[in-house]
T-cell receptor
Framework: AQSVTQLGSHVSVSEGALVLLRCNYS??????LFWYVQYPNQGLQLLLK??????LVKGINGFEAEFKKSETSFHLTKPSAHMSDAAEYFC???????????FGAGTRLTVKP | GAGVSQTPSNKVTEKGKYVELRCDPI?????LYWYRQSLGQGPEFLIYFQGTGAADDSGLPNDRFFAVRPEGSVSTLKIQRTERGDSAMYLC??????????????FGEGSRLTVL
């Protein structure tokens, strides 16, 4: 079984500051890891994914995440926050199939001007 | 439309009533998923379909919940004898196939259910 834990239900940064959203996973098989973003009044959309290729994964809107097996982590970062990054971010893990994808509780990112 | 469509977007009902929530996936997507998202929580898996059959319904909380996908496209989530604890956002997602992990689940905007 797979699960993820997102540390921090709320993160607030200033515009232009580094964004760091934390995710740790647990998996009995080699995991596939994902970050999804949910903007207000919209459905979840895939931001980036790790599927056992490169450990540093680049996604849309300047976000990237690094898979660290030794730390069982998949933290999401962005060098410089933009106001439009304000949203809810969900980390997810699956095993060998999409059907066992499981989500974390989410982290709400607020960007202050 | 091009995306996953869910109706109704909002449903308010009374305790004990029966509710149906509909999901129209992206054309050609064989896999369909239902999740429930409570306030302040991430999506919680309910059930997934591969084609017409429910391949995994282990997430359904009890026998008041049931879902069908009779023709392998549109799916309906059915909740009998609704309880206040059923109040949540119900999310539907689809993907091209479930047997391969692509991560690309396409989500609808959800149906918000409120049970008074």
């Amino acid at each position: 079984a797979q699960s993820v834990t997102q540390l921090g239900s709320h993160v607030s940064v200033s515009e232009g500051a580094l964004v760091l959203l934390r995710c740790n996973y647990s998996s009995s098989v080699p995991p596939y890891l994902f970050w999804y973003v949910q903007y207000p009044n919209q459905g979840l959309q895939l931001l980036l994914k790790y599927t056992s290729a490169a450990t540093l994964v680049k996604g849309i809107n300047g976000f990237e995440a690094e898979f660290k097996k030794s730390e069982t982590s998949f933290h999401l970062t962005k060098p410089s926050a933009h106001m439009s990054d304000a949203a809810e971010y969900f980390c997810a893990v699956s095993g060998s199939n999409n059907n066992d994808m499981r989500f974390g509780a989410g982290t709400r990112l607020t960007v202050k001007p | 439309g091009a995306g996953v469509s869910q109706t109704p977007s909002n449903k308010v009902t009374e305790k004990g009533k029966y509710v149906e929530l509909r999901c129209d996936p992206i054309s050609g997507h064989t896999a369909l998923y239902w999740y429930r998202q409570s306030l302040g929580q991430g999506p919680e898996f309910l059930i997934y379909f591969q084609g017409t059959g429910a391949a995994d319904d282990s997430g359904l909380p009890n026998d008041r919940f049931f879902a069908v996908r009779p023709e392998g496209s549109v799916s309906t989530l059915k909740i009998q004898r609704t309880e206040r604890g059923d109040s949540a956002m119900y999310l539907c997602a689809s993907s091209f196939q479930a047997g391969v992990t692509t991560g690309e689940l396409f989500f609808g905007e959800g149906s918000r259910l409120t049970v008074l």
